[in-house]
């Protein structure tokens, strides 16, 4: 595995339509921050189907991979998002509880047991407010640039949407988290949705 | 205040798996397509598996199994009455590359006793399958050819039933040698086991009468009469699968945990492949899988059908 180290993931997944067990090397590179960036979201239960779902999907697709692109990051935070997409109701009454109860249900599924609940601050709880309000889109985005440290150009790919609209859809979503910090309840924000153009 | 630094702030001791996890986790994402190497040393990596294909719905009976009744008979005279048995059968007409070759079955996982009832249609020629996702959708999907993979197609595994010796001592011989059997699932970073030639014959006849579809009938009284020569076969009469249904119970390690193949007394076909813990498994100093635990498949239907989404 030593000599794989040193090749784009481009190369990889390559090789790896001829030679399957290839892909193992993609695995081994990506799935601990994606399984830290899926517990995150969904928490510590669902984070092992998600990933494993990521990747048995990326390999199906391999074919179809653009090898333009060295870094398959964007790509598979991309396939990622769908699934994830499929537990946005979930995530959703889980920001809600955050901003009504103070319980992170996520963050208490990969706390320790002996440990004390977790409690969020009051800052997070009216952050989570405002994340609960957001459209799945916008969140998406937001998310992936604070928590999966991918740049707007990733975020695009990842996406396949155009740039611009990943700048509108972030500075929509900000707008709500920022009037939500600020004593403003999100949910009655009124923000403007014709902001695609950048 | 800050947005963006409350939000990296949020959740931020969210862990990143540790090693064992993730080995757990990539040897489900780069294994081959079908748990076939479900030996006790790699059962944990079976296990998650089995529950990594594809969950569907989940049933809420769980049966407790009393499997201590079983009689044990004698192995030979049980085979070969088997063996007479099929050899009668006719030959069933090859399936086209289009039809589909339709199973559901029943899982069984060990851990906590959750089963799983799925459906799946694989084409005849293994080119797509086909089955619901986790919410419920039908799909039909590709199957990327995968040269590392030691499962066939039913087209492929009935071009190579029809070319293995109906002699059972060179059916024996073949099957134990068989390079396809040994070399392959090719997976990266997963020990190698090698079985004992017996061993292998056993698991691979096991596995060949599970090709029902594809099987002829000589080739099938061929494998009953191998299997009563291979050093520790044994059979047991009223051997529960996971419904209560009884049959009898061929296995070959009589250790815990014991597999069973279970055969349908009156035709001989494979009920179910089940494992029960006859003793607490215990790893890492602590008990994994109690006494008395199950894993299992247990076929409900299966067949070949025109389209995929029929049942057989």
């Known amino acids: ?198 | 205040m800050d947005d963006l630094k409350i939000l990296a702030e949020l959740r931020s001791d969210a862990p990143t798996p540790d090693a064992d996890r993730l080995r757990r986790l990539r040897r489900r994402v780069t294994r081959r397509r079908r748990g076939l190497v479900v030996v006790p040393s790699l059962l944990v990596t079976a296990v998650a598996v089995v529950v990594a294909v594809v969950v569907l719905r989940q049933s809420p009976d769980v049966r407790p199994l009393p499997f201590v009744e079983a009689i044990p008979l004698n192995s030979e005279t049980v085979l070969e009455r088997a063996a007479e048995a099929v050899e009668k059968r006719p030959v069933a007409p090859e399936p086209r590359p289009d039809q589909w070759q339709y199973t559901k079955t029943l899982n069984v996982q060990p851990a906590d006793g959750r089963t799983t009832t799925r459906e799946s249609w694989l084409r005849y020629d293994g080119k797509q399958t086909a089955g619901w996702d986790i919410d419920g959708n039908f799909r039909v999907a590709d199957v990327p050819p995968d040269p590392g993979d030691d499962d066939l197609s039913p087209q492929a595994y009935r071009k190579k039933l029809l070319k293995l010796p109906t002699d059972p001592d060179e059916l024996i011989a073949h099957v134990a040698g068989d390079r396809h059997w040994i070399d392959k699932p090719r997976e990266e970073g997963v020990p190698k086991v090698v079985e004992a030639p017996d061993q292998r014959a056993f698991r691979i006849l096991t596995l060949y009468l599970k090709q029902q579809a594809v099987m002829p009938p000589k080739l099938e009284a061929a494998i009953f009469r191998a299997l009563a020569k291979i050093p520790g076969v044994r059979i047991e009469q009223n051997v529960k699968d996971a419904t209560g249904r009884t049959g009898l119970g061929l296995f070959r390690s009589a250790e815990s945990p014991r597999r069973y193949i279970i055969l349908d007394p009156g035709t001989y076909q494979v009920m179910a492949d089940q494992m029960i813990w006859l003793q607490d498994e215990v790893r890492y100093g602590e008990v994994i899988f109690k006494k008395g635990s199950v894993f299992a498949d247990v076929w409900l239907a299966s067949g070949i059908v025109d389209r995929s989404g029929l049942a057989g």
Do not use: C
């Open chain 1, 1 to 198: 595995m030593a000599a794989d180290v040193s090749l784009a993931d481009a190369e990889l997944i390559q090789r790896s339509r001829r030679d399957p067990a290839a892909f193992a090397a993609l695995f081994d590179r990506h799935a601990p921050a994606l399984h830290r960036y899926v517990t995150r979201r969904l928490g510590d239960s669902l984070a092992d189907d998600v990933v494993a779902e990521t990747f048995l999907t990326a390999f199906r697709r391999r074919a179809r991979y653009d090898v333009s692109h060295p870094e398959a990051r964007p790509w598979l935070y991309g396939i990622a998002a769908n699934l994830i997409g499929r537990h946005r109701r979930k995530e959703q009454r889980f920001f809600q509880a955050l901003a009504r109860t103070g319980v992170d249900e996520v963050a208490e599924s990969y706390a320790d047991r002996v440990e004390a609940r977790v409690s969020a601050s009051a800052a997070q709880r009216d952050l989570a407010g405002a994340l609960a309000v957001l459209s799945p889109e916008d969140r998406e985005v937001l998310l992936m640039i604070a928590w999966a440290d991918l740049s707007y150009e990733e975020v695009a790919l990842a996406l396949g949407i155009p740039i611009g609209t990943v700048r509108s859809r972030l500075h929509r979503a900000r707008k709500k988290t920022r009037a939500a910090l600020g004593g403003v309840d999100p949910s009655a924000l009124v923000v403007d949705a014709e902001a695609d153009h950048g």
